[in-house]
């Protein structure tokens, strides 16, 4: 069983509208979470953490954590065709602090 | 810029010759991962350094894989004997001291994109 699962996609919703995107891990001592957005041919570039419980909102992104579930969300409000990318949940785990790594969700916003 | 480099960009090289690859970490960064991508999967774990010492090396890292890390600033990762399975995006990713949480944050370089033919 895959450590760090994702719903694949593709994703598409109307510029505007909210994309929502999940991520459950299977790592109960999992303590740091996070978001990367990668566009195509680029490297992953560190857009949310999240480390309690709750929501973190940072401009039209909000992170969701709720570890008795493992599972995290990442929201993004007022979807822009700048959005379309591939989003990565990522979790620390190991002594190294190294991340997992869903396979990501292509997330397309349509003009 | 100030971000995490990667060099070369791009490398092209035939099934067993030997390939090396640079990061240059965020600076006063002392630790330093190396990931493994392909098309269509999340980064891999490859290895991690604390400073000069490499501490951790995935079960993915074959004895065809050595990274160094001299004197705790740039770090290196070479592939002997490559093979076609080797193609993929080699990715380095940096990150401060920890203190806190926040430390836990990993910033990646742009990546080194390897073809085997």
């Known amino acids: 069983q895959k450590e760090v699962e994702q719903n694949s996609g593709p994703l598409s919703v109307p510029e505007g509208a909210i994309a929502s995107l999940n991520c459950t891990y299977s790592d109960r001592v999992s303590q740091s979470f996070f978001w990367y957005r990668q566009y195509s041919g680029k490297s992953p570039e560190l857009i949310m953490s999240i480390y309690s419980n709750g929501d973190k909102e940072d401009g039209r992104f909000t992170a969701q954590l709720n570890k008795a579930s493992q599972y995290v969300s990442l929201l993004i409000r007022d979807s822009q065709p700048s959005d379309s990318a591939t989003y990565l949940c990522a979790v620390n785990s190991g002594s190294a602090r190294q991340l997992t790594f869903g396979s990501g969700t292509q997330l397309t916003v349509l003009p | 810029d100030t971000g995490v480099s990667q060099n070369p960009r791009h490398k092209i090289t035939k099934r067993g010759q030997n390939v090396t690859f640079r990061c240059d970490p965020i600076?006063?960064?002392?630790?330093l991962y190396w990931y493994r991508q392909t098309l269509g999967q999340g980064p891999e774990f490859l290895t991690y350094?604390?400073?000069?010492?490499?501490?951790?090396k995935s079960r993915l890292l074959s004895d065809r894989f050595s990274a160094e890390r001299p004197k705790g600033s740039f770090s290196t990762l070479e592939i002997q004997r490559t093979e076609q399975g080797d193609s993929a995006m080699y990715l380095c990713a940096s990150s401060p001291p920890w203190r806190d949480r926040v430390t836990y944050e990993q910033y990646f370089g742009p990546g080194t994109r390897l073809t085997v033919t």
């Open positions: 600076s006063e960064h002392n630790r």
């Open positions: 350094f604390q400073n000069e010492a490499q501490l951790e």
